[in-house]
């Protein structure tokens, strides 16, 4: 029987840790797990509380930290055949989220698999409009978004293949897709859901936005692969890809009359990432 190393990354989460471990822990499987947490500087009351739990506890400096340095080094100490990130944002919708998430990679027709991602009810509504698109409940396979590292297992002899690339602030999963697509199959489950939401904070789109494009700079300089495509490659066309993304966001604010009254302040915060994405593209090594 396959075993599961549970990797779970975390800094200042005590207002959220203790739900998702308790989701972790009353999961139905017939197979063994283990989960590690790997800390970057915690200071509140996030160690005690992984204390509480079966866990193995990791810690890396904070200046240490990207995603792809915390995912390998928790990956590194993991006994488990099978390999599942987690997002501590990332809330287990039901007893056999773990079950359904590995299914196609036990049966053998999957070598890693991601889930279905929606927002906590009353939420960051941008941010519910956006995994909307991205995670449907059924199909299109692949849907937009083709992996995810908030969300998703694999075998171990993928990452022993290729390591997450540590230098990136964001889309190591993207980028890892990407570069092993061609050799392995990707599943996706929409049945193993997650709720996974953030505050709508002016800062945190800033801060996401600008690492997203400079992520997909250095994704291009480094591996020659463009994130920046399926938008074109003239001004025009990117241009277009911004307008007709405004468009269906305001057709999705309609549709929900209670938020018409914020729509102004969310279509200028969705302004903000798009020229903080540009800033982060444009920024130097």
Same mark, same amino acid.
């Given at each position: 029987?396959?075993?599961?190393?549970?990797?779970?990354?975390?800094?200042?989460?005590?207002?959220?840790?203790?739900k998702t471990l308790e989701k972790i822990f009353s999961q139905k499987t017939g197979c063994a797990f283990e989960v590690i947490a790997v800390d970057s500087g915690s200071t509140d009351r996030t160690l005690p509380i992984l204390q509480k739990h079966k866990i193995r506890t990791l810690q890396i400096r904070p200046e240490e930290f990207s995603y792809g340095r915390a995912l390998n080094y928790g990956i590194a100490h993991a006994q488990?055949?099978?390999?599942?990130?987690?997002?501590?944002?990332?809330?287990?919708?039901?007893?056999?989220?773990?079950?359904?998430?590995?299914?196609?990679?036990?049966a053998g027709t999957a070598h890693a698999s991601f889930g279905r991602q929606i927002p906590?009810?009353?939420?960051? !509504?941008?941010?519910?409009? $956006?995994? &909307?698109?991205?995670?449907?409940?059924?199909?299109?396979?692949?849907? #937009? %978004?083709?992996?995810?590292?908030?969300?998703?297992?694999?075998?171990?002899?993928?990452?022993?293949?290729?390591?997450?690339?540590e230098e990136l602030?964001?889309?190591?999963?993207?980028?890892?897709?990407?570069? !092993?697509?061609?050799?392995? $199959?990707? &599943?996706?489950?929409?049945?193993?859901?997650?709720?996974?939401?953030? #505050? %709508?904070?002016?800062?945190?789109?800033?801060?996401?936005?600008f690492r997203?494009?400079?992520?997909?700079?250095m994704i291009f300089e480094k591996y020659g692969l463009d994130l920046l495509e399926t938008a074109g490659t003239t001004f025009s066309s990117k241009a277009g890809y911004v307008l007709k993304d405004f468009k269906e966001t305001l057709i999705e604010l309609r549709n929900r009359k209670s938020a018409l009254p914020e729509a102004?302040?969310?279509?200028?915060?969705?302004?903000?990432g798009y020229l903080s994405f540009r800033k982060g593209y444009r920024s130097p090594g």
């Open positions: 029987m396959a075993s599961i190393s549970i990797i779970i990354r975390c800094k200042n989460e005590d207002c959220r840790l203790d488990g055949d099978i390999i599942c990130n987690l997002s501590v944002h990332c809330l287990p919708a039901d007893h056999n989220w773990l079950e359904k998430l590995i299914l196609p990679i036990l906590s009810a009353g939420g960051n !509504l941008l941010e519910e409009i $956006h995994l &909307a698109k991205l995670f449907p409940p059924a199909g299109p396979i692949p849907p #937009p %978004l083709p992996f995810s590292n908030a969300h998703c297992a694999f075998l171990r002899q993928m990452w022993e293949t290729l390591k997450f690339d602030p964001r889309l190591e999963d993207r980028l890892w897709y990407l570069l !092993l697509k061609d050799r392995y $199959h990707f &599943a996706y489950c929409p049945e193993a859901v997650v709720t996974h939401s953030h #505050p %709508l904070s002016r800062k945190a789109i800033e801060t996401i936005s997203d494009g400079r992520a997909k700079k102004a302040k969310l279509l200028s915060l969705k302004t903000l």
